[in-house]
């Protein structure tokens, strides 16, 4: 069952099992029968290299499934929805392979993160629609204020 988290309207963050095996281990991330599953659209991997930082960006109508495999990665969520409880908010969440768990990001919240392993960590995101770039707005680092020193 989701849990939501704290700060952000329509965010959730699910932990996820981890199975131990001999030889290595099996890491659930989404089931048609989650109550965060919206339907399938791609499943693609992204990578950042530590201290990197990749930011702003929103979609229009996608719902993000972002799970952290291997690394550790501070994801910023920021909420300028007119009509939300959360408007100008942040939301800060750290996923890795030892905080293993799905952050589900709703349509219309800015997203931004930051490679905080010591070697490349990589994100699996199961989004509910197929790649649209006309469907994503950007913004440049410096758009949103946010301290990312801080961590």
């Not at 070697?119 to 707005?137: K, P, T, W």
């Not at 913004?139 to 961590?151: A, Q, T």
Request: net charge neutral; glycine share 6%; hydrophobic share 35%.
């Amino acid at each position: 069952m989701d849990q939501k988290v704290n700060s952000i309207c329509g965010i959730s963050l699910t932990p996820l099992r981890v199975i131990p095996t001999k030889g290595g281990d099996v890491m659930h991330c989404l089931k048609a029968t989650d109550h965060s599953f919206k339907g399938f659209g791609e499943a693609y991997f992204s990578t950042i290299d530590k201290d990197a930082i990749k930011a702003w960006k929103r979609h229009r109508e996608m719902t993000l499934n972002l799970v952290v495999p291997n690394g550790a990665v501070r994801f910023v969520i920021y909420d300028d929805r007119s009509n939300s409880s959360s408007k100008y908010l942040f939301q800060e969440v750290i996923l890795s392979s030892e905080n293993y768990m799905r952050l589900t990001i709703p349509p219309m919240v800015w997203v931004g993160f930051q490679g905080i392993s010591n070697n490349r960590s990589y994100i699996l995101n199961v989004a509910d629609m197929a790649h649209n770039e006309d469907e994503i707005e950007r913004k440049e680092l410096s758009n949103i204020n946010f301290n990312w020193g801080k961590s």
